[in-house]
């Protein structure tokens, strides 16, 4: 069984920025999809942005022009760099790496983002 294992998360002022990492424990068949979802305390789960292999990539629009996506696929690692941090940004970070084909699906433990005010 593929784990995710993700780092990165903490505790900042607004305005600040992280850098969450995610890399499995083992290689993901491609062409596959590798994005971050959060969620925030009685919320959804939503999605925040997402990277295909193929070099594709979008954002969700709260975080557009804030936040990177990108991917080292020979590390086989994603990040997600989070600038100008808002408190609303606040949530569980999770990853997620998916192949195209629908068949696998992988999903991080989640890492904890606080963005104090």
């Known amino acids: 069984q593929v784990q995710l294992v993700e780092s990165g998360g903490g505790l900042v002022q607004a305005g600040k920025s992280l850098r969450l990492s995610c890399t499995p424990s083992?290689?993901?068949?491609?062409?596959?999809?590798m994005g971050w979802y959060r969620q925030a305390p009685e919320k959804e789960r939503e999605l925040v942005a997402f990277s295909f292999s193929g070099g594709v990539k979008k954002y969700t629009d709260s975080v557009e022009g804030r936040f990177t996506i990108s991917r080292d696929d020979a590390e086989n690692t994603v990040y997600l760099q989070m600038n100008s941090l808002k408190p609303e940004d606040t949530a569980v970070y999770y990853c997620?790496?998916?192949?195209?084909?629908?068949?696998?699906?992988?999903w991080g433990q989640g890492t904890q983002v606080t963005v104090s005010s």
């Open positions: 083992e290689s993901i068949y491609r062409p596959n999809v």
């Open positions: 997620n790496v998916r192949t195209l084909d629908g068949l696998h699906s992988y």
